[in-house]
């Protein structure tokens, strides 16, 4: 093959955020991983966080929770969550 069709560096060396999650089997496993995509999406790092959750962006599951947390952020006046969380609940 054409060395003009292989991209050696695919997928390759990408280091991912890590996010203090609690185990898969954890109540509070969902409402986290709702949070780390959240911070995920405010630090333009969307793709570390739906690695580390197992969830992707939009997830419905994590509906409840992002609800919960936007109306926590527009009673702070946290304006950077409050607009992730809207984009998120689209």
């Keep these: ?6 991209n050696e560096d695919a997928g390759g060396g990408r280091q991912f955020r890590r ?6 089997e954890d109540p509070s496993f969902d409402e986290q991983a ?12 969307t793709e570390s966080a739906e690695q580390a959750t197992g969830y992707y962006w939009g997830e419905i599951r994590l509906r409840p929770h992002v609800e919960r947390v ?7 006046g946290d304006s950077d969550l409050v607009r992730a969380a809207e984009r998120f609940l689209r």
């Design 70 to 76: 936007l109306a926590r952020a527009r009673a702070e």
């Design 1 to 6: 093959m054409s060395r003009a069709f292989v």
């Design 34 to 45: 709702a949070r780390a995509l959240l911070e995920g999406a405010m630090t333009a790092d």
């Design 19 to 24: 996010f203090g999650l609690p185990p898969r």
